[in-house]
Structures are given as structure tokens and as C-alpha cells.
């Protein structure tokens, strides 16, 4: 699914050789005359779920991350039962980007889950064409408060179950059941470590972004 870099068109001065060495450039970066499909995407979701994972694999440029070392402070609020490795959480939120289909590239925000730092979620989602809201079977109440958000302000929104080792596998329609999540609303279950799960995880809610917005 990744786009395959190409030569620059002629009349195009080819970028410096550092950068080439950076990433891999996309075709809407070596020629000029044409512009990417610009889209802002939102990764929410209960604390310690895998937001920042997901954002960090598929990221084709370094992320940006307001990781803050966890202390004996946030014991009371910050429940690492399920998580006990744990020993960073973002405080801001986190930024990486990834491109689609040649031009179609996705600017991906993740949020804080925190509800200390809810706050900000009006914020991060201003201007995004939908959101992903991460959930763990474990601890599936921990989402409900990023579903009731996007089903109050209308943002197209998807399920993505991050399925942790040695948990037990649900079946998307049981994740549905236990959630009550409209049957128009696609849910996955994906791994948020691996690349191409999360791909596919990103390319299901445009797909849902379009077909409920179309204009």
C-alpha cells in the first residue's frame, strides 16, 4: 500500500540528497504541479491502549510524542493493572503522518486518554474527517467516553479492538454487542504494532468518512 517513490518530473530541481536519505519520497513531494489530498485523523481511546503505538508504527516521519515519565502522583487516577510495563503516558498528544495511494496522505493526532486531560480533545479534533477509537477487551468501559464524544459531535468514528498478547480474541460483532455500536459504525480488530494492521485499521475510516460524507 505504500506509494513508490518516484523521479522527479522535468523542470522539477530534485530535493537534496540528505533528505532523500531521510524517507522515502512520495510522489507529491518530487513534482511540484501536484498537490496531496490533505487529511486529519484522530486516534482515541482509553489510557495505556495503544494509541501512541499505533501512531509511532505507521508514521513515515519521525512522531511527534508528549511522552511524560509516569510517577507514584498518578497512582490513584492512572490504573496500570492491565498495563503493569507502562511507564510513560502522553500529556499533550501525539503527531505522525503516513501517505496513501500516491497523493492521500493522513495527519494522524493522537489523543491524551487521560480524563485530566480531556480538555483538549475539542481542540485535537478540529478540522479531522473522522476518528479511530482504540479499545482493549480487557477494560472495554475505558472507551466509552471517546464513543459518547464522537457520537455527540458527529465526527465519523470506527471501533479498532487492539488485540494484546495473551488475551482472549473477540469476534468483531461481540466487541459491537458489548459496546451497543451501531451497525453502520465498521469495527476491526487489529494489532496496533504491526504496520500493515493499522493500515488497513486507517484506510476502513476514510472508507466510512466518505461513504457517510461524501460532499
Given at each position: 500500500m505504500d506509494s513508490a517513490v518516484s523521479d522527479a518530473a522535468p523542470g522539477v530541481?530534485?530535493?537534496?540528497?540528505?533528505?532523500?536519505?531521510?524517507?522515502?519520497?512520495?510522489?507529491?513531494?518530487?513534482?511540484?504541479?501536484?498537490?496531496?489530498?490533505?487529511?486529519?485523523?484522530?486516534?482515541a481511546g482509553g489510557f495505556g491502549v495503544g494509541k501512541t503505538t499505533l501512531v509511532t508504527t505507521v508514521s513515515e516521519i519521525?512522531?511527534?510524542?508528549?511522552?511524560?515519565?509516569?510517577?507514584?502522583a498518578s497512582e490513584e487516577t492512572d490504573d496500570l493493572t492491565a498495563t503493569p510495563e507502562k511507564l510513560t503516558t502522553t500529556v499533550a498528544m501525539d503527531f505522525g503522518r503516513i501517505t496513501l495511494d500516491d497523493d492521500l496522505?493522513?495527519?494522524?493526532?493522537?489523543?491524551?486518554?487521560?480524563?485530566?486531560?480531556?480538555?483538549?480533545?475539542?481542540d485535537l479534533v478540529r478540522g479531522a474527517i473522522g476518528?479511530?477509537?482504540?479499545?482493549?477487551?480487557?477494560r472495554l468501559e475505558?472507551?466509552?467516553?471517546?464513543?459518547?464524544?464522537f457520537e455527540s459531535s458527529g465526527l465519523p468514528y470506527m471501533v479498532?479492538?487492539?488485540?494484546?498478547?495473551?488475551?482472549?480474541?473477540?469476534e468483531p460483532e461481540d466487541v459491537r454487542e458489548a459496546l451497543t455500536v451501531p451497525r453502520h459504525i465498521p469495527v476491526m480488530i487489529m494489532?496496533?504494532?504491526?504496520?500493515i494492521s493499522v493500515i488497513e485499521t486507517l484506510l476502513a475510516l476514510v472508507g466510512h468518512a466518505l461513504d457517510v460524507t461524501p460532499e
Open positions: 530541481s530534485p530535493l537534496p540528497a540528505d533528505l532523500v536519505e531521510q524517507e522515502d519520497l512520495k510522489a507529491w513531494q518530487t513534482d511540484r504541479t501536484r498537490a496531496p489530498i490533505a487529511t486529519k485523523i484522530v486516534v519521525q512522531p511527534l510524542q508528549t511522552e511524560a515519565l509516569m510517577t507514584e496522505v493522513l495527519y494522524l493526532f493522537g489523543t491524551p486518554g487521560q480524563q485530566r486531560f480531556w480538555f483538549m480533545w475539542d476518528a479511530v477509537v482504540l479499545a482493549d477487551t480487557r475505558d472507551c466509552f467516553p471517546a464513543l459518547d464524544y479498532a479492538v487492539n488485540h494484546f498478547d495473551d488475551t482472549e480474541r473477540f494489532d496496533a504494532r504491526r504496520r
